[in-house]
């Protein structure tokens, strides 16, 4: 009888273990198992996709640039003081989810658009909005097409598999009454090569994602976008539910790295602005308030991603408007400057 | 007496001890990664259940065998994606078998340029991993194909172009009947076969068994014709403009080049393991037989269907079951080029669109198991039909 009693306690118990080990912190506490792993691993693990020129793409050594793994490198310098710190994992539209939710990555910023359902049912929560994007087509020049409304029966749209886009794609179909033929390929190398053969008379996607895949064509100057947006594609970094601490890192990370802009603090000028009259740039650089210790961090975790990374203004600069990928911010403007960025105030 | 029992009984308890050790760690696994699973997804307010197969989809699919498009649920969808699987794997195997067999006849030719050239398919063929031969066929075929309005053009009948193959597209009046028809031409057969089977053993008469059968086979289908109202008509592709430089073919069958790779690549590649297997079968059965088949005045087509294949067969069968299962698995591979199978379409689209990712892997792999178990249960059956006989 005792050993039943026994086995009943410590099966209980063992049970009771593995809950507190994966659940990670409840509200209210400062403890968060993701950020103890990720300062004891010693690099923040991130997820990105498989390359899209000027969000996250790998060089020919191997580095990953653009605005998607900066909000990554943000992290990285907020939490372990280098922003290079981080672990990328290239990941298609299909295994994103389950690669964060099974642990495998601590966030995901991999051009991701965030719905209600992805957000409320399947165990994600988004942090915030670093890109403002909608659903737009691309075309061959010499097809003559000029905006949506020419599309016809029989026309060929190709495009990711279970992204938004897919099931934006019906819609808009549907509503203009057209009977069009899908395609959907796996990952977005897929579509490039096919809808370069022909295969596919129209490539619908985000429109970042078009202007980005266009630089893969074998000559980008013979394919346009056309000017229609068709949906609203907020996309943004995401985190697993649950670790409260961590998803607060992640999102005042992102909110910082564009408040940063706003107060025209720079990767360049930072450090020298600790002593700056605004006690809003202050409290950006660290030299006022205990913003850090709200969520186990120290004070200087702000400056140090302005000073690594830069703010968004940098970044999108550097990655989509020097490279030729979206020179015209449209939306993702400050709203200060006529665009829709607008972060809660860093206090 | 009593010592002997004990004996007996230590042995058993012996032999179960491990057995049960085995089910105890299996039993644990197993309830340790569900309540992990459990844990884990309720932490995270997943819910587990099969309620969103009702759901509406709102995708819709390249290509259907049946009536589909997004407004229908996903357990919709998931059939969508099996009959394409199901479809690609039947095409598949009949075309890995014809070939696979041609190629292994061929290697035992007496003509050295046709052993040869059977010898190098089977090598290069064998050798290239399959998913590299799907991408060569897909994407080589997409670049070498022409545009629509420059299609290669078979007769103003069909029509070979990069959005893929359109062919007339059958329009029946009465199809029933015209079914009804042929299951009845094969039952007439199978009785025919019977009978000339008889007349054989019995009275040593030879009936000319292939054209009778050929000739029941078309007769049937043309009586119902004639006199039970079947009629056929075709409905041709016709080439439509969409713009200045779009063009597409309305009307007829389009058989999607995806299709067309995959079944392509599916089947040269299966076809290299079978062409091996009857090259084994034939070489199997010993020279004696045939000799002794000769001896007794059977000529050389009968001497293969009478004596060799009977036995070749018998050799062939098991190898040739592991290599259909293998193509009805490998038919996943469909993925990377976007032809809309089970994987594409359910542990893809639908995985993604609803992140239920335990439920789908699960239904995705019971439903590969049943197929494959199908295919075993078929040939397994057909294997002891060709089994020897001990009388």
Redesign the interface.
Known sequence: MKSIKTLVLVTFAS?LL??CG??GGGAGSKKSKTLENTKKAGFVKCGVSEGVPGFSNADASGNWTGIDVDVCRAVAAAVLGDADKVKYTPLS??ER??AL?SGEIDILSRNTTWTL??DA????TFVGVNFYDGQGFMV?K????NSVN???????ACTN???TT??N??DFF?SKNVK???????SAD?VV??YD???C?TYTTDKSGLAAQRTKMKDPSEHKVLPETISKEPLGPVV???DNVWEDIVRWSLNTFIEAEEYGVTSKNASSLKDSDNPAIKRLVGAEGELGAAFGLDNEWSLRIIEQVGNYGESYKKHLGDTGIMPNRGPNQLWTKGGILYVPPAR | MNFKNIRIQNKKIRNLIPQFITIAILLSTIIYFVTNAQINMDNRGIAFGFGFLKQEASFDITFSLIDYDGSYSYARAFLVGLLNTILVSVIGIFFATLLGVIIGVSRLSENYLIAKVAEWYVEIFRNIPLILQIFFWYFAALRALPLPNEAINFNDISFLTVKGFYVPKFIWTNFNIFLISIIGAIIAIYFFYKFSKKQREQFGKQLPTASISLLIFLTFPLISFLFFGVTLSFEYPVLKQLSPTIFTFEGGLNIIPELLALALSLSMYTATFIAENVRAGILGVNKGQKEAAASIGLNKNQILKLVVMPQALRIIIPPTTNQYLNLTKNSSLAAAIAYPDIVLVFAGTALMQTGRAIEIISITMLTYLTLSVSISIFMNWYNKKMAIKEK
């Open positions: 049970l593995v809950a994966q659940g539209a299909k989810f389950t939710n359902s992805r049912d399947i165990g994600l061959r010499s097809s003559g097409i020419e599309f016809k029966d029989g026309i060929v598999i279970g992204t897919e099931l794609m019906r549907n069009y033929e899908p395609l959907g390929f796996e897929e090569q096919a053969a022909g295969r008379d697993r539910q649950g």
